[in-house]
């Protein structure tokens, strides 16, 4: 089935320690977003990619890195940077075309303790 | 600066009616807007996209307008059932560029019997 794969759905990090999420497409996409999402709020985009080997900042990139090394996978990671990094986190592929729909993963759900 | 307002109260309807949702946006006109549907603790799902030199499209029970000149688009869901209740997320590309996807905080909706 084609689709877009996030992991793990859960994710418990201690303070100070960076940690990554992965995110892996098989639709053939050019273009994958990260967002966060937190309690009862919308999308905020952190980082986003039209290709390989090129991403560009989202509005809220502060505290994160990403790399696209293969089109299939866009992983994120969340540095101790971020001072605030409990969220609902969303991967999301599309064509790269404005366009176009953009299909989600399930979602990881990251907290800090 | 730019953004997308949707409304931030919860909208409940009986089952039956027709549900109407708001997205607003400022000051950017973007070529086509997107609206997904979102359940708790998953990722949204794209369900009707809409171009600027469309005024109205549909899909099923759903329909969008959009009119570009006060900046609004309405989404309608006719004979909504319980099994509507989610949160609508309206999306646009704020940017012109195609790909960098803004979305609003979202409303949710509640269809009671």
């Known amino acids: 089935d084609g689709g877009i794969t996030q992991s793990p759905k859960y994710l418990f990090r201690k303070e100070g320690q960076n940690v990554t999420l992965s995110c892996e497409q098989n639709?053939?996409?050019?273009?994958m977003y990260w967002y966060r999402q937190d309690p009862g709020q919308g999308l905020r985009l952190i980082y986003y990619s039209q290709i390989v080997n090129d991403f560009q900042k989202g509005d809220i990139a502060e505290g994160y890195s990403v790399s696209r090394e293969k089109k299939e996978s866009f992983p994120l990671t969340v540095t101790s940077a971020q001072k605030n990094p409990t969220a609902f986190y969303l991967c999301?592929?599309?064509?790269?075309?404005?366009?176009?729909?953009?299909?989600f993963g399930q979602g990881t759900r990251l907290t800090v303790v | 600066s730019q953004k997308i307002e949707q409304n931030s109260e919860a909208l409940n309807i009986q089952e039956g009616k027709t549900a109407t949702l708001t997205c607003n946006y400022t000051?950017?006109?973007?070529?086509?807007l997107q609206w997904y549907r979102q359940d708790p603790g998953r990722g949204p799902v794209f369900l009707l996209l809409i171009r600027e030199n469309e005024k109205e499209k549909r899909k099923e029970r759903l329909k969008v307008t959009f009119d570009t000149t006060l900046k609004q688009s309405l989404f309608h869901i006719t004979a909504s059932q319980p099994a509507d209740s989610a949160t609508y997320l309206c999306a646009l590309d704020l940017t012109g560029g195609g790909n960098k996807l803004t979305f609003g905080t979202g409303t949710q909706l509640k269809v009671e019997l």
């Open positions: 999301a592929s599309s064509v790269n075309r404005g366009n176009t729909e953009a299909f």
């Open positions: 000051n950017y006109s973007p070529a086509y």
């Open positions: 639709l053939n996409h050019d273009a």
